[in-house]
């Protein structure tokens, strides 16, 4: 029994690592924008992202967790080396990205590895398949939805200064005191979506090594989940914040604004209906579409393809690493 809850207790930090390279991978998405546009300092918008990452909790349930946790993996085949093998998955996956700069999802290279190791257990028939319907539903939907809202958002901000013509300061004075708003919006998002999804794993663990009997997510899980995705934050990121900030599109603050409202409003959705949805995607959507307002050629279509591929692969690549790893790890003990 104290071994057990020593492997446990191995698993919990190995999760909330991953939270923590979440934050670190996906710092890119709350920060790049308002980065590239000058209007925070990377410094002070690592920590602005990040005190918005944290008290997400306060605004969003555990929907999210809940989806993960039980609703796309048969939770009675789930065992701690299971959940083990597909955080691994996932780790290898974010780190192998974040070394080549590429935005891929953190969500998906979770999804991946933790079917990917449940797979390699049970076979395919521990898929739940209205779990994994809607979220891959949404792998299109959310970005989608980033896109249209961000190229309507920056239409209409472009008919506002075409009727009442402002001055070209003023109109860059407004639009980043707006992104400071949009900034914080899009981080909450990302901190009550994407720290959820650390809370499933947490959870599943719990009900799987009989720490708890009934599927419940802990306060004391909500709060640390919470807590090393805003460190992650914390930590930068900066390749990608080069990839996502300036290689899409140029941005100004405006831009900035209208692409990470459209995302926010994505997320916000997505999270209401339990849904875990890609931040990446969602922001990078909104980045092409805010961007493809004046001319398509203000994007660089080249880069969103190779962004489009990585993500292409995630699911599929977490998902071979975590099977790999939950075999390496039933062969060796």
């Given at each position: ?72 993996i048969d939770i009675n085949i789930v065992t701690p080396t299971v959940i083990l093998a597909g955080l691994i ?164 603050p405006i831009d900035g604004f209208c692409a990470e409202t459209a ?71």
């Amino acid at each position: 029994m104290e071994s057990n809850l020593i492997f446990i207790i191995f698993i919990i930090v190995i999760a909330l690592a991953f939270d923590f390279t979440n934050g670190m991978h996906d710092a890119a998405n709350s920060i790049s924008t308002i980065v590239s546009t000058k209007v925070l300092s990377p410094r002070k918008a690592v920590i602005w992202a990040a005190f918005f990452n944290f008290i997400a909790f306060l605004i969003f349930g555990t929907g999210v967790a809940k989806t993960i946790g039980k609703g796309m993996i048969d939770i009675n085949i789930v065992t701690p080396t299971v959940i083990l093998a597909g955080l691994i998955g996932a780790i290898a996956w974010n780190l192998i990205t974040w070394w080549r700069g590429l935005p891929s999802s953190s969500s998906h290279a979770l999804i991946g590895g933790y079917a990917g190791a449940a797979i390699a257990k049970g076979g395919f028939g521990v898929i739940i398949a209205s779990g994994w319907t809607k979220t891959l539903i949404f792998i299109v939907v959310a970005p989608l939805i980033g896109l249209v809202v961000g190229y309507l958002l920056k239409v209409a901000a472009i008919w506002l200064i075409h009727i009442r013509h402002p001055s070209p300061p003023s109109v860059d004075k407004w639009s980043r005191i707006l992104q400071l708003f949009s900034a914080a919006a899009f981080s909450l998002g990302h901190g009550g979506n994407d720290a959820q999804k650390t809370m499933g794993i947490i959870a599943s663990l719990l009900y799987a090594g009989g720490i708890i009997s009934t599927f419940d997510v802990p306060l004391w899980v909500v709060l640390s989940a919470h807590a090393a995705i805003a460190l992650g934050t914390l930590s930068g990121g900066w390749r990608i914040v080069k990839t996502m900030g300036q290689k899409i599109a140029k941005l100004r603050p405006i831009d900035g604004f209208c692409a990470e409202t459209a995302a926010a409003s994505a997320i916000f959705l997505s999270t209401h209906l339990g849904i875990p949805v890609s931040t990446t995607h969602v922001i990078t959507g909104a980045i092409s579409g805010a961007g493809s307002v004046e001319r398509l050629t203000a994007v660089r279509w080249g880069v969103t393809l190779q962004i489009v591929w990585a993500w292409i692969l995630t699911i599929p690549a977490a998902g071979l690493i975590g099977a790999l790893v939950y075999f390496l790890i039933r062969l060796f003990s």
